[in-house]
């Protein structure tokens, strides 16, 4: 091997940072701490004792680590039916918001019919109304239907979603109408180009829908403590929230518990956090 070789192979000397390089990290570090604080905090408290969680003045690192809120946390509460009932709901509930959304979305990007703008402006106001307004006129139904304290009263009033339909309303409308024009001319009917072509183009924003809608339905505290009195029918935030005693919140083991309920979405967050990005930048949402 000649010298020239052994020039060409070598690895080129990295270029140093400049200025707005070394800010722009300096301030990513600065978010990532802020956002990254309270889980440090939640993770030391759990793993102190009781008494020292309340301890004042307040301390980052235990002084006595033990994992005592984590064994009571699982002896006393009903910590694993609450984690099944939260998996039961949120994945419910996806799996409709997911059908329904595309099938209004696309209904609205592709056909028309009688009615179809006020429809619209319909579902578009109610981006604009908050789920808590809601509450009482939708318990009120889920009463007079039988559906307290069952998995139905849980999941059907979180499966109107006004701006999941939205969202992929404004992909299916990027969609080259000439695709499915080539397939009605072959032969496909509505149903058909709708399952082989659209849905399979949509897979990102759909994983987008899907991961926003899964998140929202997690942690959704206020309507599932509406509509269940029943303890084996609670789910992780509900459950975490009635972990006190006659001495008041047991702070380790709550921290414990919200570490619990918190994992499951930072999981989705690490391992998807690429079909996240990706569908929000599929959705046409940038421009608005």
């Not at 789920?131 to 007079?144: D, I, M, N, S």
């Not at 399952?195 to 990102?204: A, D, G, H, Q």
């Not at 309920?261 to 930072?266: E, M, N, S």
Request: with cysteine; proline share 6%.
């Amino acid at each position: 091997m000649t010298a020239t070789q052994i020039r060409v192979r070598a690895p080129k000397a990295r270029k140093p940072w400049t200025p707005s390089q070394i800010v722009l990290t300096l301030l990513g570090a600065a978010v990532s701490a802020v956002f990254m604080a309270p889980l440090a905090w939640a993770l030391f408290t759990s793993l102190k004792s009781e008494t020292e969680a309340v301890a004042v003045p307040t301390h980052w690192l235990p002084k006595d680590w033990t994992v005592q809120a984590w064994k009571a946390i699982f002896e006393t509460g009903n910590i694993t039916n609450w984690f099944v009932n939260s998996v039961v709901v949120s994945v419910c509930v996806t799996a409709v918001v997911l059908l329904v959304s595309a099938l209004a979305g696309y209904g609205f990007a592709r056909t028309e019919f009688r009615g179809k703008n006020a429809l619209m402006g319909l579902v578009m106001a109610g981006l604009m109304v908050s789920p808590a307004v809601l509450g009482v006129p939708l318990f009120t139904t889920v009463q007079q239907m039988g559906m307290v304290d069952t998995y139905w009263g849980m999941i059907l009033p979180q499966c109107a979603p006004a701006a999941m339909v939205y969202i992929l309303y404004k992909f299916f409308q990027g969609i080259p109408r000439e695709l499915e024009e080539a397939a009605f001319i072959d032969g496909a009917g509505r149903w058909r180009v709708f399952f082989t072509i659209v849905l399979p183009l949509s897979r990102p924003s759909l994983a987008a829908v899907g991961i926003f809608t899964f998140i929202a339905s997690w942690n959704n505290f206020l309507w599932p403590y509406m509509v269940t009195n029943n303890p084996d029918l609670m789910t992780m935030p509900n459950g975490i929230a009635t972990v006190m005693n006659s001495y008041g919140i047991q702070w380790a083991q709550l921290m414990a518990g919200g570490l619990m309920a918190g994992l499951p979405l930072i999981i989705v967050f690490v391992f998807f956090q690429r079909q996240i990005v990706a569908g929000v930048a599929h959705t046409g949402l940038a421009g608005q």
